[in-house]
């Protein structure tokens, strides 16, 4: 993967090169190539502002042997091939999938990636919604030697005991062999001084399986990662055929602990008051193809207004941000891909295959970062209905059965009816008082709560998980402080702030949202710009008066 930090030593693995030949296949354009650069959206390019459809991406490699190519994202359908055969499909624009192309012979060959935003019926999570589907291939594009067989996956999980850290380690390796084999692998965790792993682990792999070992290590002179000090340890693993070593994989992790203890969420025993932003990866120049530096920057903007936590409303984020997110001590609610859906949408025959494929990939790829604290899942869908209900229950179990090491939970939208508030781990709500509706932003926290400890939620954490106000960049109006001023924003972020942050039942709050973000062509009504406007910096991270008051009351 694209990481901070080198993820192989032995292996051969670099970045695609930067420039691709992309053409239209739509039949109302011409059929030319234009030179664009990966990773990028489709929409940055003149007079593709608004395309839904197909573009074929195409870039020449050397190579032979067995090569495998890993795509960071594609949005949101993808095809590969190589030299014209079809090597994967996937579906999903914010989580990574690989395509093994086996014994190449020696010399030059095609890559070729068809992608696709175009809405269809085979879609039910990529929507026309309230944030923009961007196209092409918006993340990293690695190129990889591999070997017979490979590591494909290395996850630490940390447990605190009595006599000191645990560190249980699960290592998944690949064969690409016709034939059973024999492997071993040894581990090592970097700063440690002392630590028992019987070197080497065997490894029996059957022909074209994966099998995955399970060790616990004992770790000593152990340094937590917390978000004062987030202390990162680099683990290595290398794959051996006899005497030789033919493939590695290194992580990255961090010592630390999440629990919840009655209404508390704990990190290492200290209880957690979270005050932070919803963050949609949508920059005005890059669409959703964020460069690290813009990445960078938006993390010290959130820091610098007080902010501890982050959500990755409504989508896995780019890995680059999480690794950020590990090194600057920024909390992570990341969350699968679902905004929004009602019951008929949730009634789609491929909804549930979906959005458990995308809730798999997340958790297997981004398991490791310290910084993710929690997970979510299902941003405001039909929690009120018995079949809605059912799929968060579905979810929320698998979300278990997946980590058992961090809580889960669910955005719901505030409304009367929820089934599922007993079901969770956490129990979440979006509102918006003040903006939406009038009222005493207390009351309303107050009401809401006592509708949620009468069903089934009166024992667990609950986060404000989105509330805010709208305002358009360089709107003054002072006198009247109308609707979308950037004076009104301020007094509206102000009464919110302050009732939940003094709540004694609330265990934090993601304001909505931290930047401005374009919103889908057909969600446009109520949408001025066709943008969501409730950043407290505009779309090119422009700070609005709200950004001082943010401070302010974070700080305080």
Known sequence: MNRLFDTHHFRQSRQA?????????????????????????????????????????????????????????????????????????????????????????????????????????????????????????????????????????????????????????????????????????????????ANKIPQPLPVFLPARQQITLRHTIHCCDVTPWTPSAPHLYPVKAHLSNGSAVIDDLIERFGFREIRLQEQHILLNGEKLTLKGFNRHEDWGAFGCSIPLAAMVQDLKLMQDMGCNCVRTCHYPNDPLFL??????????????????????????????????????????????????????????????????????????????????SRPMTAALLERKGGKVYGDSDVVSINLYPLWYYEGNVKQQ??????????????????????????????????????????EKQCTILKAQIEAVLSHPRCSGIFLWQFADCRVCEETFYGRPRTYNNKGVVNEYRQPKLAYKTVKDLFRK
């Open 17 to 193: 090169a930067p420039v691709w030949n992309m053409t239209p296949l739509c039949a109302d354009r011409p059929a030319q190539p234009v030179k664009v650069c990966v990773p990028g959206t489709w929409e940055s390019i003149p007079g593709m502002g608004n395309y839904r459809g197909k573009c074929l991406y195409e870039q020449k490699f050397d190579g032979c042997g067995n090569m495998r190519f890993y795509f960071e994202g594609v949005s949101f359908r993808a095809r590969v091939l190589v030299d014209g055969k079809e090597l994967a499909t996937h579906y999903g624009a914010y989580t990574g999938f690989d395509a093994i192309a086996p014994e190449l012979e020696s010399g030059t060959h095609l890559l070729q990636v068809e992608a696709d935003n175009s809405w269809g019926d085979d879609s039910a999570l990529h929507i026309p919604n309230d944030y923009y589907s961007y196209g092409g291939i918006t993340r990293p594009v690695l190129i990889e030697n591999i070997g017979d067989a490979y590591l494909t996956a290395l996850h630490i999980t940390t447990e605190k005991t009595a006599e000191g850290w645990l560190a249980h380690v699960e290592i998944t390796a690949q064969s690409l062999l016709d034939t059973d084999a024999n492997y071993a692998i040894t581990l090592k965790i970097e700063g440690i001084t």
């Open 323 to 404: 690794d950020l997110c590990d090194e600057m001590g920024m909390l992570v609610w990341e969350e699968s891909h679902a905004r929004g859906l009602n019951e008929k949408h949730m009634l789609h025959p491929r909804f549930m295959e979906q959005n458990l494929l995308c809730t798999r990939e997340m958790v297997a790829q981004h398991y490791n970062h310290p910084s993710i604290f929690i997970w979510g899942c299902l941003n405001e869908c039909a929690d009120d209905t018995e079949y809605g209900a059912d799929c968060y229950r579905k979810t929320y179990q698998l979300l278990h059965e997946l980590d058992q």
């Open 445 to 486: 926290l107050d009401q809401k709560l006592a509708e949620i400890d009468a069903n089934g939620g009166g024992n667990k954490p609950f986060i404000v998980s989105e509330i805010g106000a709208g305002a358009i960049y360089g709107n003054h109006d002072p006198l009247n402080e109308s609707k979308w001023s950037e």
